[in-house]
């Protein structure tokens, strides 16, 4: 019996790619142009990460790099390419590029649907093999903040194993789950008013206190989590206003992805707006 995809490792895995990518090319599914484009952001090439010069563009949803991210997120996540079968949403896309190079997307929906009224729904967020940790997703994260209307929070399903990279950027989890080809994937939030974190504090049922909620992110071995952080925290969202909602830079629920991408931010200690 084959090994399941899941529990292949990430070498596995680019190997499984790189022989669906041939089978393709072989096909005719895809071009050679294509599949050279796609093996660039599949295929290892530890180089490029020691000369990053990563810019976020805005890109159009059926263009063909596009699809092919699309078809990358599925087979890492399924172990097959997106098929007509899949629900699709009308989204707008995010690129990361290194110079001219593609190495990451981010899909996002403004209130998709009535259950995400003042919601920008974050449906996938795929980056290429050769730029993982290199801060671009954040970079992404940062981006999409900008296009945000205001009043609205952040919502995603994320996937089991990258929960923690959305918690390290101030997204709380729920208990709401959905399970999708045999992959379970947690409703996530980023609240980014007073009232978006007063309606996560009321859906949550194991929230006792007010702010209980973020317990779960100030346990983590990072200088951020402190004692003096949560009461900095708490007291800028006791007095937070319409003006620090819509200023991100002094908005309390965007502090940790300020954080990670080494910008300054109202709440962070000196020592680490670096």
Known sequence: MPTPFTQLDDTQKVDRYLAMLRRDLKDGLITQTEYQDTLALVKPQAKIKTSLSITIEEATPDDDLVHRLEDLYYR????????????????????GKDQHRLAA???????PTREYKKCVYLDMLYVGNDYRKTGISTKLLLNLLAHTPEDHSIITYAWKPVIDFYRRHGFL?????????????????????????ERYCREKADVGNYFDAYDELITEDDPIFN????SHFVDA????????????SQNPFTALLYHRAKQPHILLPSHLQK
């Open 105 to 111: 997307a981010l899909w996002y929906a403004i209130e």
């Open 227 to 230: 004692p003096e952080y949560l």
């Open 76 to 95: 890492e996540l399924f172990g097959r390419k997106k098929s007509s079968k899949d629900h699709t949403l009308e989204t707008e896309v995010l690129i």
């Open 237 to 248: 969202v006791a007095s937070l206003t319409p003006e620090q909602e819509q200023d991100f």
């Open 173 to 197: 989890s729920t208990d709401e789950e959905s399970i999708k080809v045999g992959q379970s994937f947690l409703k996530m939030v980023l609240p980014l008013t007073k009232s978006s974190f």
